[in-house]
């Protein structure tokens, strides 16, 4: 069984910056893929960023794009997420999630239980 759980999320203001993190514990699994997604209020879940584990290749939304960076920490076990100028839009519920396969969104195979993100104006 695998666990992924999320810290880091919080209330800033518009501008500023915020760094989720998401550690993976259990054994028995290996990703090959690791995905942020986020959820806000009456919309659709939408991913964010994801991370191939082998060779570290990333994808992102085109509205984070230059904004938003996704790592993996092998000695911690952590994918993290450091998310810069902050807009409004970001508020959300934020994911982690791990998949055995690629990084398309059906793929994922273990979730995390979430971290909210405020961004206010």
């Known amino acids: 069984q695998v666990q992924l759980v999320e810290s880091g999320g919080g209330s800033v203001q518009a501008g500023g910056s915020l760094r989720l993190s998401c550690a993976v514990s259990?054994?028995?699994?290996?990703?090959?893929?690791m995905g942020w997604f986020r959820q806000a209020p009456g919309k659709e879940r939408e991913g964010v960023a994801a991370?191939?584990?082998?060779?570290?290749?990333?994808e992102y939304a085109d509205s984070v794009k230059g904004r938003f960076t996704i790592s993996l920490d092998i000695a911690k076990n952590t994918v993290d997420l450091q998310m810069n100028s902050l807009k409004p839009e970001d508020t959300a519920m934020y994911y982690c999630a791990a998949a055995r396969g690629t990084c398309a969104s059906d793929d994922y195979d273990y979730w995390g239980q979430g971290t909210q993100v405020t961004v206010s104006s």
């Open positions: 991370i191939y584990t082998g060779g570290g290749f990333t």
């Open positions: 259990g054994s028995g699994y290996s990703a090959n893929c």
